[in-house]
């Protein structure tokens, strides 16, 4: 089986491939709404500090877990345990968890499309505040469109699943997320023009203590993990089509980077719009659907095309933002079943389409079914599985052999200076930091 796994092509191919799990709507539409809630620029510096110190470490464990055991996220815990059953019971988590995700994930990424449709057909021209929430309203309720844009979502991304790990994923990436970029900072750029636009930078840039609490440490960790796409598999699976000649630092390093780089440039596409048309930055979750076309039916008073052409760029880089990063959700189950019931990439593919796509629906249909998933996912699973994954790597596999894959059996010289640093913190800093924000998800 190992002899036909396939590997990502090229260190780029790695870091586009994981960002483009990474990047998605966490970054474009969960974080500027949760910056707006928690304080400003003090969650963006703690959102920083938690990454670098706290997620990144995470991420190389799961990256090491992938490259290790070259399997599935299931086999990976039984190959690497020698079969303790604790272990063994521990890998059907990073089975089950991203089907729950992918299933209400493709019902925004549903939304998304919708809304690229609606600004390109000028929906939100002459505009006012509340017309823009009742559009959303009455389409969050209508039933019928959004569970099809849902569907829609789901079968384009299990096409590019069902097309293989090279050709499919890694080909997939390769083309969208430099678009993304560019696609974002147009938008930012186009935003920090507007007047009082600056009002939003400052509340970017210039701290202010006296909105941070106990509680904005925990939500700028909590959204650092779901922003990585960490305690799902996904990175344990992406992580096993890691060459062997591949710096697992150097490009866990860069997705990290270009990840937290894409929420900030996402942060300045929205705030500065958000402030210039005076709209509440802690509006919540809707902030992108209730405020986002808004601010360009403001933009474009004298230009309606323009700025419907601009809003229609602006859903179609959050479609296929979120489709990379569901992309990720559903290879873990691939790659799953193709590999212990050695069944075709495209019947797997397609039973997972029917799985979330028939889960999504309900999603879709009732926002208590969707909420009650975001939840127990982000909030409870999610943590718990980073934290099983950090120890495992800290405490259950043997130093040498974490060092081993770390430095390329000692041949990054780099990598072996770093490797007591790397290894203190996923030993001693990265579980008591997960343990803490999962306790406090309960108490704050
Ligand atoms: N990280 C993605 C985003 O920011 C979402 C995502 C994809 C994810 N795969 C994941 C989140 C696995 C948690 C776990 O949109």
């Known amino acids: 089986m190992s002899a036909k796994r396939e590997n990502f092509g090229s260190r780029m191919a790695v870091i586009l491939a994981m ?39 995470v991420f190389v464990s799961e990256v090491v877990i992938g490259r290790r055991s070259r399997s599935n996220a299931l086999t990976a815990f039984w190959k690497l345990s020698s079969g303790k059953r604790f272990w063994k019971i521990v890998g059907f988590l990073p089975i089950a968890i991203p089907l729950i995700i992918a299933s209400y994930y493709s019902v925004i990424g549903g939304w998304s499309i919708d809304y690229l449709y609606k600004s390109a057909a000028m929906t939100f021209v002459h505009t006012e505040p509340s017309q823009v929430s009742a559009v959303f309203d009455s389409f969050v309720t209508n039933g019928a469109e959004p569970v099809l844009m849902h569907l829609l979502f789901l079968l384009f991304c299990t096409l590019v699943v069902s097309s293989g790990v090279k050709s499919g994923i890694e080909r997939f990436s390769k083309i969208t997320l430099p678009a993304l970029f560019v696609l974002i900072v147009v938008i930012a750029v186009y935003s920090i023009s507007l007047p009082g636009a600056l009002a939003g930078v400052r509340y970017l840039v210039k701290p202010d203590f006296s909105a941070l609490t106990p509680s904005t440490f925990a939500y700028a960790m909590g959204q650092s993990f779901y922003s990585l796409s960490l305690g799902m ?46 709209i509440e930055p802690g509006a919540g979750p ?5 405020s986002v076309p808004y601010v360009f039916s403001q933009m474009g008073q004298g230009a309606p095309v323009i700025s419907s052409i601009v809003a229609a760029i602006f859903f179609l880089a959050v479609v296929v933002a979120a489709m990379t990063s569901c992309i990720s959700l559903l290879e873990v189950g691939v790659a799953f079943l193709v590999e212990k019931f050695s069944m075709k990439r495209w019947h797997a593919g397609f039973l997972l389409f029917f799985l979330c796509g028939g889960a999504g629906v309900l999603c879709a249909l009732d926002g208590r079914v969707f909420d009650g998933f975001d939840y127990l996912a982000s909030n409870i699973l999610l943590l718990l599985m980073a934290l099983l994954a950090v120890v495992f790597v800290g405490f259950v596999m043997k130093k040498e052999d974490v060092r081993d894959e770390l430095t390329n059996s000692g041949s990054l010289k780099g990598s072996g200076t770093l490797f007591p640093v790397v290894y203190f913190l996923i030993r001693w800093v990265a579980p008591p930091a997960v343990v803490l924000i999962f306790i406090s998800n309960f108490i704050l």
């Open 19 to 57: 960002a483009g799990s990474a990047i998605g709507l966490g970054n474009i539409w969960r974080f500027p709404y949760m910056v707006g809630e928690h304080g400003g620029s003090v969650f963006i510096i703690i959102y920083v500090a938690a990454t670098l110190l706290i997620s990144l470490p």
């Open 233 to 278: 598999g996904a990175i344990i699976t992406y992580g096993s089509y890691v060459s062997s000649r591949e710096n697992i630092l150097a490009s866990s390093a860069g997705t990290a980077v270009s990840d937290l780089l894409f929420a900030i440039l996402a942060g300045f596409a929205i705030m500065p719009a958000v402030f210039a048309a005076g």
């Open 286 to 290: 809707g902030l992108i659907f209730r």
